[in-house]
């Protein structure tokens, strides 16, 4: 299984597999956002120019199937189209950041309004750990009381056991 997941077949499918689970896909993906967003952000701030500045941030997205897609919102900004455009059409990123990132883009405060696209999908990351985790506490104490009586019982069954022989 490590072997395969070492090879590229293997991480796509791990990579796929990472950004279709329900609810996790989502977190997940808000957090790839955050972290491309804010990374680029930080790049066009520094001076480079926007294409550059695009495939430098690609290695912070961690995910094979996302960097093809921003490969190709790259290759669509070469060739003259916006990067909100292109994002929208290779569906890189979500509705809202789109409509974000096209006001950053016509206002020339593209490096601003990144960070603040990273800010709001840190905040929706947050809320949905939250909410998950606030989903399986109840789960997780079940199962613990669930074991724990079930270590119990299997603990106390020989003895009462041994003093029934007894008498």
């Given at each position: 299984?490590?072997?395969?997941?070492?090879?590229?077949?293997?991480?796509?499918?791990?990579?796929?597999?990472?950004?279709?689970?329900?609810?996790?896909?989502?977190?997940?993906?808000?957090?790839?956002?955050?972290?491309?967003?804010?990374?680029?952000?930080?790049?066009?701030?520094?001076?480079?120019?926007?294409?550059?500045?695009?495939?430098?941030?690609?290695?912070?997205?961690?995910?094979?199937?996302?960097?093809?897609?921003?490969?190709?919102?790259?290759?669509?900004?070469?060739?003259?189209?916006?990067?909100?455009?292109?994002?929208?059409?290779?569906?890189?990123?979500?509705?809202?950041?789109?409509?974000?990132?096209?006001?950053?883009?016509?206002?020339?405060?593209l490096p601003l309004m990144l960070g603040d696209v990273a800010d709001f999908h840190?905040?929706?990351?947050?809320?949905?750990?939250?909410?998950?985790?606030?989903?399986?506490e109840p789960a997780l104490m079940v199962m613990m009381g669930l074991l724990i009586g079930t270590i119990v019982i299997l603990l106390y069954?020989?003895?009462?056991?041994?003093?029934?022989?007894?008498?």
């Open positions: 299984f490590k072997w395969y997941l070492r090879t590229d077949s293997g991480r796509r499918t791990l990579d796929r597999l990472k950004l279709g689970l329900p609810k996790f896909g989502e977190i997940y993906m808000g957090y790839a956002i955050s972290k491309f967003a804010r990374t680029l952000s930080m790049v066009l701030g520094s001076g480079v120019n926007l294409i550059q500045a695009l495939g430098m941030s690609k290695g912070v997205l961690d995910n094979s199937i996302l960097e093809e897609k921003l490969e190709r919102v790259i290759e669509r900004a070469r060739s003259g189209s916006t990067v909100a455009d292109g994002m929208r059409d290779t569906g890189f990123m979500p509705e809202v950041t789109l409509k974000m990132l096209t006001i950053g883009e016509q206002t020339a405060s840190d905040e929706e990351v947050a809320h949905k750990v939250e909410l998950f985790t606030s989903l399986v069954v020989p003895i009462f056991q041994l003093v029934s022989s007894i008498q």
